[in-house]
């Protein structure tokens, strides 16, 4: 078989690879770099990238600066997987009913879950907050996790319907020959066949719920005991002073636990991704 694609094709979608790549890492690059930098190295003019006074200081500094930090980074997490679950709870049984059931206003009730993703969650602030008032949930981890839930399911509706249509219904109308019902059906016959999907769909909604969790943070929270850590986070900036290496310190901890997951899940999410993609 032939190769599609000639040499200088495939040098131009190298570059263009390599020129994404480092669109999207240069932050991160930089934020690295900010953490082994002192203090006083920063506002340096003209900007000096590199010096010999790089140190790992401000990673055992950041501890003192902020004793509690540990307990933002644990909440992150807390309110990351919660969230995960709770969307998972719903997205299941919802998904697997556009999937396989044809119903009066499926196909409005379904760009209406593809609108709700286009709104963001400023938009809601308000009467969030006073539903969440009226039920004395603010400054609590629900205050967080139950908004932060009800913005993924949409998402994850749409993702993991898109898998479930992929799997032979011939499968399920076997189980239901032998006297299986549709609760069992779904439990012991579509969710085994749908674990790279349901990964897909688990890892999607825990990286959204982490990176959405400081709007939710600052508006309906004021306990730090309850406080993740992108809120947190803004202890480091003082009355005279902003602990910027230490910050983006923190930060690149912070992410560690996310990317130990990512890294984790990455063959399962790779084949979930393309899985269903060759039609046969």
């Known amino acids: 078989m032939m190769d599609r694609y000639s040499l200088p094709h495939k040098v131009f979608l190298y570059i263009c690879v390599a020129i994404f790549l ?34 790992f200081r401000a ?10 930090l540990p307990r933002y980074i644990a909440n992150s997490m807390f309110i990351s997987l919660s969230v995960t679950a709770l969307a998972l709870l719903f997205i299941i049984p919802a998904a697997y009913a556009y999937a396989r059931f044809d119903f009066k206003g499926k196909s409005i ?30 400054n609590t981890y629900f205050a967080m996790i139950v908004p932060g839930a009800a913005f993924l399911v949409p998402m994850g509706i749409w993702l993991l319907k898109s898998y479930l249509e992929k799997i032979p219904r011939e499968l399920e109308e076997a189980a239901f020959m032998d006297g299986a019902s549709r609760l069992y059906t779904l439990r012991r016959v579509v969710l085994p066949l749908a674990v790279p999907g349901l990964i897909v769909v688990g890892v999607a909604v825990f990286l959204s719920a982490y990176a959405q969790q400081f709007l939710f943070a600052i508006t309906f929270n004021s306990v730090k005991d309850y406080m993740p850590l992108p809120a947190g986070i803004l202890e480091f900036i003082g009355y005279q002073s902003v602990k910027w290496n230490e910050m983006m310190a923190a930060s690149i901890v912070g992410i560690l636990p996310v990317l130990v997951i990512f890294l984790f899940l990455q063959r399962y999410l790779v084949a979930g991704l393309t899985a269903g993609a060759i039609k046969e």
């Open 22 to 55: 480092g669109f999207i890492l240069l932050p991160f690059f930089e934020m690295f770099m900010t953490s082994l930098r002192p203090l006083e190295h920063l506002f340096r003019s003209p900007y000096q990238f590199w010096s010999d006074d790089f140190s």
């Open 59 to 68: 990673y055992a500094q950041m501890w003192e600066t902020v004793p509690m």
């Open 109 to 138: 009730s379904l760009g209406i879950f593809l609108a709700v993703n286009m709104f963001s969650g400023a938009v809601l602030l308000i009467p969030l907050y006073k539903l969440l008032r009226n039920y004395g949930l603010l």
